[in-house]
């Protein structure tokens, strides 16, 4: 089992940047993959990106070329970088890995 928490939430503005942080409990190297998913108001949680142990990406549709995941295996952290944020964005974020939860973050993205 792993603990999984996040950081680097908050308020921004339409058009801004956040960039979010997971810290595991243990090494990352061993990990099968690692994501990120988001749960907004009413709706379903649902993957935004996600990495593979050998650092392969895959990314939903809406977040295409705004969203970045990477990874810093030396601090075993997780990162989501997010540009030109969209009010459709705001949600809790929450990190995964192999089926283990951090305890999410709320991201609100609003003028």
């Known amino acids: 089992q792993v603990q999984l928490v996040e950081s680097g939430g908050g308020l921004v503005q339409p058009g801004g940047s956040l960039r979010l942080s997971c810290v595991a409990s243990r090494s990352m190297f061993s990990m099968s993959a690692m994501a990120w998913y988001r749960q907004a108001p009413g709706k379903e949680r649902a993957l935004v990106a996600e990495?593979?142990?050998?650092?392969?990406?895959t990314y939903a549709e809406s977040v295409k070329g705004r969203f970045t995941i990477y990874r810093d295996n030396v601090k075993n952290t997780l990162y989501l970088r997010m540009n030109n944020l969209r009010p459709e964005d705001t949600a809790v974020y929450y990190c995964?890995?192999?089926?283990?939860w951090g305890q999410g973050i709320l991201v609100t993205v609003s003028s």
């Open positions: 995964n890995a192999e089926g283990n």
């Open positions: 990495m593979s142990r050998a650092g392969s990406t």
